[in-house]
């Protein structure tokens, strides 16, 4: 699976749109791209996912340049419940699920 | 649907007990995986089954670990003789065969002193 860099920390005001970017250059065309988050003592929560298109859910949008070698994780609305590790994952459809550092999100009132 | 379930939440054991966990995944789940989550080393892998078939335990870190998975609504992590250096969060996951994100569960708390 390819490799993931992401920033290991941001800060986001209450209210305004957190933007979580991840590089993956190294992106072959039958790797997806997740996201997840963990937030203080708890299991990690699946967000979203995408391939090529960009996706949106009840959460978050997930925005995957056109060449697939970055995206971005989009946070419409920040609330302070959405401080949390946030963990970009590159993975073929059937592997298993490796986490890297993530990005620590705080965000701010 | 009650999620991933994990027992116990938490668990102090001594030096050289044997410790086991236990998951109970969601039903209809064909996956489930173990894994281990420390400061230094954070989430990683230990191993993972398909239809109660171990696939891949190549993150099991010695032969203290041994995992099993009887059947399709339940499974065990245990380490014996456990060591302080065993102490972490060890989370459970499943998924099912054709959505590929991950539902864990709440994780249990090991404390070997």
């Known amino acids: 699976d390819a490799k993931t860099t992401q920033p290991p920390s941001m800060d986001c005001a209450e209210g305004r749109a957190a933007n979580l970017p991840c590089n993956h250059s190294?992106?072959?065309?039958?790797?997806?791209v997740y996201w997840y988050r963990q937030i203080h003592s708890q299991g990690p929560q699946y967000i979203i996912h995408?391939?090529?298109n960009n996706e949106t859910n009840e959460m978050a949008s997930l925005i995957i340049t056109e060449d697939r070698k970055s995206s971005t994780l989009i946070l419409p609305h920040a609330t302070l419940r959405d401080t949390a590790v946030y963990y970009c994952?590159?993975?073929?459809?059937?592997?298993?699920?490796?986490f890297g550092a993530g990005t620590r999100l705080t965000v701010k009132p | 649907d009650a999620g991933v379930i994990q027992s116990p939440r938490h668990e102090v054991t001594e030096m050289g007990q044997e410790v086991t966990l236990r998951c109970k995944p969601i039903?209809?789940?064909?996956?489930l995986f173990w894994y281990r989550q420390t400061m230094m080393r954070g989430l990683e892998l230990l191993i993972y089954f398909n239809n109660n078939v171990p696939i891949d335990d190549s993150g099991m870190p010695e032969d203290r670990f041994s995992a099993k998975m009887p059947n399709a609504s339940f499974s065990t992590l245990k380490i014996q003789p456990s060591e302080p250096r065993d102490s972490a969060v060890y989370f459970c996951?499943?998924?099912?065969?054709?959505?590929?994100?991950?539902?864990f569960g709440s994780g249990t708390r090991l404390t070997v002193v």
């Open positions: 039903s209809g789940h064909d996956y």
């Open positions: 995408g391939l090529k």
């Open positions: 190294t992106i072959s065309g039958n790797e997806y």
């Open positions: 996951a499943s998924r099912t065969d054709t959505f590929y994100g991950y539902t």
């Open positions: 994952i590159v993975r073929r459809s059937n592997n298993d699920m490796r």
